[in-house]
């Protein structure tokens, strides 16, 4: 079984520090929140993301080419931010969410953080895990500036987001290419 990988030893997306430590201490001791890493392919993201939709195995250099692309390169700002839980007994993810930054040019040059793609593996749903996501998500974007977080979600997840602080406004539109 892998041993768990310290942050430190860790090529992350973004500085964890932008994780509020009240979030990560709200966590059961063997769980530990952090930037989604370089490597976290071998932890098993995309099959996570299989609880959510189609994350098909694209192998782990497509993999990292994205993660590469995604990750703010100076003096671009800041603006994509995913965070991952880890089961420290496995080094293994057990859950996962993204919010990244829309900086528009109505309200003065305001932004807005997109909540995108939580995911809670199924044998750990309903232990807090995807409000813990949601808590940390929602802080990032307010601390990078946002002054309001959005996201998209199917009916049957409108109370959990509720429970999140939540509250539902306008309705989403789609067009598949
Ligand atoms: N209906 C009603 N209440 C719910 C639901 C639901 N579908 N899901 C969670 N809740 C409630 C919980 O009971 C809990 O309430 P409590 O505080 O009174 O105990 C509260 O919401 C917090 O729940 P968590 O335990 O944090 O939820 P969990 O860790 O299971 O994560 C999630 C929820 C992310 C929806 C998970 O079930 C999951 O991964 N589902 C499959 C993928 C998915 O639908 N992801 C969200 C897509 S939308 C998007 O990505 C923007």
């Known amino acids: 079984m892998p041993s768990f990988t310290a942050d430190a030893e860790l090529d992350l997306l973004f500085p964890a520090n932008l994780i509020p430590d009240s979030v990560k201490k709200a966590l ?18 995309l099959k996570l993301l ?21 990750k703010a390169i100076p003096p671009a700002p800041q603006s994509y931010f995913t965070i991952v839980i880890v089961n420290r007994a496995n080094d293994s993810l057990v859950g996962v969410g993204t919010v990244f930054l829309e900086r528009k040019f109505i309200r003065g040059l305001g932004t807005v953080g997109h909540i995108e793609d939580i995911a809670v593996d199924k044998s750990m749903q309903g232990k807090k895990l995807g409000l813990r996501i949601i808590e940390a998500l929602t802080a990032i974007s307010e601390r990078m500036g946002a002054y309001k977080t959005i996201l998209n979600c199917s009916e049957a997840n409108i109370p959990f987001y509720k429970k999140c602080g939540y509250e539902l406004k306008e309705v989403e539109m789609v067009k598949y290419a």
């Not at 769980?31 to 976290?40: A, F, G, Q, W």
Request: glycine share 6%; net charge negative.
């Open 50 to 70: 299989t609880v959510l939709t189609q994350a098909p195995d694209t192998g782990y250099e497509q993999y990292f080419t994205q993660f590469s692309s995604t």
């Open 28 to 45: 059961p001791q063997e769980l530990h929140l952090r930037p989604l890493s370089s490597t976290d392919y071998h932890r098993g993201h």
